[in-house]
Structure formats: C-alpha cells, structure tokens
C-alpha cells in the first residue's frame, strides 16, 4: 500500500498571506489528523478529522482550518500567516476502531517570512 | 490532561553500546503507546507500539514495555548503529483516537563509530 502524501513538500510564504496543504491518507483510512512540528514548542495536535467531520481541535487560533473530503483526504488551511507560523506540518493516518496506530506523511516545510 | 516526559538529550553513544532511553507518561484511562523516530529532513516513522499494560513492541533490536505500575514505557536496544542516529518521540493516545498523540520532547540520539 502507498503511506501517506503530503503536498507541496515545501513552501515559502510572505506575513499576512494564507495557505493551503493537502494530505492523502493510506487506502482505507479514514481518520487524519494534523500535527505542528517547531524546535521551540515540538509536535503539537492541530485537529483529527473522520468522516468529513472535525472531531476535537487542539490548542491553536482560528487562522488554523481543515476539512477532509469523503475520499477521506485532507487539506488545511492557516489564513493570515505569521512568523511563528513557520513549522514542518505533519499529516497522519489511521484506522478508526484498530489500536489508533498513526502513520505519518513526510511533512511539509512552511516558511513563512 | 494527557503527558509525556522524555530525556532530551543529545544522547551520545559509541557504535554497540546499550542504549536506553526513559519515557513517562501520565493520562487517564488506558492509553495505547508508541515510539516514534524521525530522521532528518523526514517525517516520523513508527518504530514500535504497546496497547495493554505488560505488553512488549519491539522492531529492528528495539524494545519498549508498556508498564501501568510505573506509567513508564522506556526504549531500549541492546547494540547500537551509527545507522540508528536521530530523533525519537515516546508519545500516547487515548481510546478512540479524537484527541491526537501527545508526544514527548524527543530525545536526539548521537552513535559514533
């Protein structure tokens, strides 16, 4: 099976812009859930969705959106982009009802200046 | 709330040495846990995962067991590579999986020859 897509891999953005990642679950799973990765604050959980629906949001504005699609793929969107913006985010897959076993996409690099 | 406490590191080894890396956690009801490692410039890969206490994840030499006494799931390996050098995150999820992983720091990992 194919693991996880991410795209793009890399992007470079301007303050106050908005942008849009995109994330491709392995085949039959449902569940995605997007992480922020920085050196100062590590991987932090920005939200899970199954079923097209959000299920819980972790600790971040309301510039940090997502959506999933009923192909079970994801995007996310961060509008109004800062500085502190700047970080690897991490996309990852799962089986809803296994052992919750996540697998993650190779990221993709946002540099926001 | 859920937690997770690991050694940051950097840990430095030499090539065969025994290595052990400590993780703590703290979480309600009965979390699943995971190691994790990231190479550089990648994404996170699964290394090994638990999901009732006294069970034992092992992959590639690596081993962690997931102890409830002592809310500990501490990875160990008995012979180190220079090819096992990078970042490892302990991390945790509750049931169902709504919540995310919580991570650790990530401990980095140095083993030279």
């Known amino acids: 099976k194919a693991g996880v897509t991410q795209t793009p891999r890399y992007l470079i953005k301007t303050r106050g812009q908005q942008v849009t990642l995109s994330c491709s679950p392995i085949?039959?799973?449902?569940?995605v859930s997007w992480y922020q990765q920085t050196p100062g604050q590590g991987l932090q959980f920005l939200f899970e969705y199954f079923s097209e629906t959000q299920r819980n949001k972790g600790n971040f504005p309301g510039r940090f959106s997502g959506r999933q699609f009923s192909n079970s793929r994801s995007e996310m969107n961060v509008s109004t982009l800062e500085l502190g913006d700047s970080a690897l985010y991490l996309c990852?897959?799962?089986?809803?009802?296994?052992?919750?076993?996540?697998?993650f996409g190779p990221g993709t690099r946002l540099l926001v200046l | 709330g859920n937690s997770v406490t690991q050694m940051e590191g950097p840990v430095t080894l030499s090539e065969e040495a025994f290595l052990t890396i400590n993780c703590t956690y703290t979480?309600?009801?009965?979390?699943?846990l995971f190691w994790y490692v990231q190479y550089p410039g990648e994404g996170l890969q699964l290394l090994l995962k638990?999901?009732?206490?006294?069970d034992k994840g092992s992959n590639k030499g690596f081993e962690a067991t997931y102890r409830k006494e002592t809310t500990s799931f501490h990875l160990e390996k008995g012979s180190v590579q220079v090819s096992d050098s990078a970042v490892y995150f302990c991390a945790l999820i509750g049931r169902g999986g709504a919540d995310g992983l919580t991570f650790g720091k990530g401990t980095h990992l140095i083993i030279q020859p």
């Open positions: 990852a897959s799962s089986l809803v009802g296994s052992d919750e076993t996540q697998y």
């Open positions: 085949s039959g799973h449902r569940s």
């Open positions: 979480a309600t009801g009965y979390p699943s």
């Open positions: 638990a999901t009732k206490a006294d």
